[in-house]
């Protein structure tokens, strides 16, 4: 059997672990509840949201459904993968796999797509079955484009979220370690950045609260490339007209890809060095 | 003598330890490991790695099965495909060798089967999962979820995960523990099998009395020293731990010196209430003879075990008092000085 072979089965055999797992069957009435519920409410022709936004178009409604990925989605990829390493570690297991004559960059590259496809399947059917959803309700498509970016929006962000949790499970001696950092990261991204930027706005004299502020909005979207949440609403930016934060779409793509790489090199480089 | 199929020389590998400070928060320092190990694994030999707790089996184990990459030193092998000694990679090296580490708690919903699947798709070889779990007696349980094991079995199916791959090498960790005296007949019976297929195995533990009717050879670890290789005879004899008898009786404790003379030498004598035991070093078959004569009320007589921490007092000079618990605590080293890194 070759690398490539080796290496799907394993993949596979990580993502079916996971998918078919008791945590998924727990997780998935909240990520239906989070995607294609919020798809729903947002959708009503009669819904006006905070500030008295009420969105006009399919792409608009998927913008605000895209709570649901950052309320819901990242979460179940934090507690799918938080003892993706450490509960094998725990158990002894691992020094059994790291005694396989398969490279370590194999095993933990199976690792991480394996427990990322795991999240990013059931959330891309949901997300599919919320433009349904959408379109039943308003009768409007997304353009193609707009379609495609949203999707690979979703998967960078569940990817992110994954490579943390993984990187935490390969550091942590033990589980509870590894889920409290896990969660952690999932709150600064999700809660307290919006603190972070209201400190640093403060702190550089830009005021506070005033929604039209230039300065304001070129700060908060410098800042929300430091948060993977902020780079994931950056993305799907891309695609409303009338939204400028000042950072251009080249840069953004370049954030997204080092959101991608450096975790995901720092988990495959702290998986050669691991022990059991 | 048979073929060597594997040749540690002069490895190293030493364990980092965290060691914060200010200046260096994430700073680290060299612990414990193993210095300059020189080992020979020969073709078909079972060779039982013993030592006290902390003295490095685990370390040299996982050195051998390709999860630790040592410091310093060299290994030397025959490839999966070639038949010359040549340096290993870390990654060739797992292809030879088959791994059992130290009891590895199996546990979840998932069957033994699949289990042993998941390892062996890692090693390119699936299909040889039903057969293993025959040889290693699981096979009427292969669909029993992993939680319903007892301890027997998961040491069963740790063992099949080494199997797996027709290894040339076979390492198992401490593998008697948790099994009850039949399984490990069954596991030593199938280990002699191997090792008359020319499967080489090492096996670590802690006991030398559980193993020595079962290895080649022994080789003595302490403090991450190779201390002593050989056969256990060789073992003794260079200790002078050979020839020792154990005789215990009723009554008072005789006058050995009296009866036996000069023939023998009495290393130890206990008495309690009308009982007493001795250790004696024989080189004359007619001390028995000698001690039935005089009367002697004579209850046991066999010959004395040699046991690690005998062997270790007499490698390393120092008595148990001195060793205790210190092989734990301290990594300073008794029998060789390295004059390095301490």
């Known amino acids: 059997m070759n690398d490539f072979k080796k290496f799907s089965k394993v993949t596979m055999r990580h ?177 307290l950045w919006a603190l972070v930027t209201t400190m640093i706005a403060f702190a550089s004299g830009i005021s506070i609260g005033e929604e039209n502020n230039p300065k304001w909005i070129g700060l908060e979207g410098v800042l929300d490339l430091f948060s993977p949440n902020g780079v994931f609403h950056h993305l799907l930016e891309t695609r409303l007209n009338d939204v400028d934060r000042g950072v251009s779409p080249l840069v953004l793509w370049l954030v997204a890809l080092l959101w991608s790489v450096i975790p995901w090199y720092w988990f495959n480089y702290r998986m050669k060095t691991i022990q059991p | ?96 060798v088959g791994h059992m580490p130290e009891q590895v708690r199996w546990q979840g919903r998932v069957s033994v089967k699949r289990t042993l699947q998941d390892i062996a798709e890692m090693r390119g070889v699936a299909y040889r999962v039903d057969g293993i779990l025959r040889m290693v007696g699981l096979s009427e349980i292969e669909n029993s979820p992993l939680d319903h094991l007892s301890q027997g079995m998961r040491q069963r199916l740790t063992l099949a995960t080494a199997l797996l791959g027709s290894p040339k090498i076979l390492l198992l960790d401490e593998p008697f523990n948790g099994l009850d005296p039949i399984a490990i007949r069954a596991f030593e019976k199938l280990l002699e099998d191997l090792a008359k297929k020319g499967v080489s195995i090492i096996i670590s533990s802690h006991r030398v009395a559980g193993m020595v009717h079962l290895v080649d050879r022994l080789a003595l670890l302490h403090r991450g020293q190779l201390l002593i290789e050989g056969t256990l005879k060789e073992i003794e004899s260079k200790f002078e731990l050979d020839n020792r008898i154990q005789i215990e009786g009723t009554g008072d404790l005789p006058e050995f010196e009296k009866v036996i003379g000069t023939e023998a030498s009495i290393l130890e004598s206990k008495s309690t209430e009308q009982r007493w035991s001795v250790i004696i070093r024989n080189q004359d078959d007619s001390l028995l003879h000698k001690l039935v004569s005089s009367k002697t009320e004579i209850t046991t007589w066999k010959p004395k075990d040699t046991d690690i921490v005998e062997m270790i007092c007499s490698a390393t000079g120092q008595d148990l008092d001195e060793i205790g618990f210190g092989v734990i605590s301290s990594t300073m080293m008794p029998y060789k000085n390295r004059g390095e890194e301490e």
């Open chain 2, 1 to 96: 003598m048979s073929e060597v199929v594997l040749d540690m020389r002069d490895a190293v590998f030493r364990h980092q330890i965290s060691s914060p400070s200010l200046s260096k928060p994430f700073g680290k320092r060299l612990g414990s490991g193993i210095f300059s190990i020189n080992l020979k694994v020969r073709k078909g030999q079972i060779l039982g790695l013993v030592g006290p707790n902390g003295a490095g089996k685990t370390t040299l184990m996982r050195i051998l099965a390709g999860i630790f990459p040592i410091q310093k030193g060299e290994i030397f092998a025959h490839g999966a495909k070639s038949n010359e000694l040549s340096p290993i990679s870390e990654m060739e090296l797992r292809s030879i």
């Open chain 1, 15 to 191: 993502l079916s672990q996971r998918l078919f797992s008791t945590r998924m069957a727990i997780m998935l009435p909240i990520l239906i509840l989070f995607i294609p519920g919020m798809a729903w409410g947002f959708s009503d022709p009669k819904v006006l949201l905070p500030g008295g936004i009420s969105p006009s178009s399919a792409t608009e409604v998927m913008f605000y459904t895209s709570l649901g990925i950052v309320f819901g989605a990242t979460m179940c990829s934090v507690l799918l993968s938080f003892d993706g390493v450490s509960k094998d570690r725990a158990s002894g297991l691992l020094e059994i796999k790291l005694a396989q004559p398969m490279p370590r960059t194999h095993q933990s590259t199976a690792l991480v797509i394996g427990h990322w496809f795991a999240i990013l399947i059931p959330t891309w059917i949901l997300w599919a079955v919320s433009f349904v959803i959408v379109k039943h309700r308003m009768g409007d498509w997304p353009s193609i484009v707009d379609v495609l970016t949203s999707f690979i929006s979703v998967a960078l962000i569940l990817l992110w979220y994954v490579l943390f949790s993984l990187i935490a499970s390969s550091h942590a001696k033990e589980q509870g370690t590894s889920i409290a950092f896990g969660v952690g990261v999932w709150f600064l991204f999700t809660f």
